[in-house]
C-alpha cells in the first residue's frame, strides 16, 4: 500500500462515518469514556483498526520521558483521534492534538466533540502536518 493524501482522505471518510453512527445513536449530553467506548466497538463492527489510550512516548536528547500522555486513538498507525464531550470548545484541545501528531510524527488528526447537536457540521475539526502536504495526491 502507498500512503497518498487519496488513501489518508479515505480512510478519514471511514472514520467519521463510524463517528457519526456513534453520534447518531446516543446523541449529545453523555460522558466522553461512553462516546469512547461505544466507538471502539463501532470501529471493530467496521473493521477499522485501532489502538486505545496509547501511551506517547517522549524522546527527550536520546532518553524516554515519561510525560504521561494518551491519545484516544490511533487509526491504522496513521490518524490520531481525540475525543472530548464538551460545551465549549478550547484552543488547549487542539494544542494537544496537534502534541501527539508530533510526537507520533502522523500525518493527520481528529478532534471530535459529541456534546454538539450535529457531529460532522459543529463537532468535527481535522488537522494535517506538513508529513500529509508532502504526500502524492494518489
Same mark, same amino acid.
Given at each position: 500500500?502507498? #500512503?497518498?493524501?487519496?488513501? #489518508?482522505? $479515505?480512510? +478519514?471518510? $471511514?472514520?467519521? !462515518?463510524?463517528? *457519526? ?5 446516543? !446523541?449529545? !449530553?453523555?460522558? $466522553? ?5 461505544? #466507538? ?7 473493521? *477499522? ?9 517522549? /524522546?527527550?536528547? !536520546? &532518553?524516554?520521558? %515519561?510525560?504521561?500522555?494518551?491519545? /484516544?486513538?490511533? *487509526?491504522?498507525?496513521? &490518524? ?7 460545551? $465549549?470548545? =478550547?484552543?488547549?484541545?487542539?494544542? =494537544? ?12 488528526? *481528529? #478532534?471530535? %466533540? ?6 460532522? +457540521? =459543529?463537532? +468535527? ?14
Amino acid at each position: 500500500m502507498k #500512503l497518498t493524501k487519496a488513501f #489518508l482522505d $479515505e480512510l +478519514t471518510y $471511514e472514520i467519521n !462515518g463510524a463517528a *457519526i453512527e456513534v453520534h447518531r445513536s446516543l !446523541g449529545p !449530553g453523555l460522558l $466522553e469514556k461512553v462516546y469512547k467506548s461505544c #466507538l471502539a466497538r463501532e470501529f471493530e463492527l467496521r473493521s *477499522i483498526n485501532y489502538q486505545q489510550e496509547l501511551l506517547i512516548p517522549v /524522546d527527550y536528547k !536520546g &532518553i524516554q520521558v %515519561n510525560a504521561d500522555l494518551r491519545c /484516544d486513538f490511533i *487509526i491504522e498507525d496513521l &490518524i490520531c483521534l481525540e475525543l472530548k464531550a464538551v460545551k $465549549e470548545h =478550547q484552543p488547549i484541545f487542539e494544542a =494537544q492534538l496537534m502534541t501527539y501528531l508530533k510526537l507520533l510524527n502522523l500525518p493527520k488528526g *481528529i #478532534l471530535y %466533540n459529541f456534546f454538539v447537536v450535529n457531529l460532522f +457540521t =459543529q463537532g +468535527t475539526k481535522t488537522f494535517v502536518t506538513k508529513l500529509f502536504q508532502n504526500l502524492p495526491p494518489h
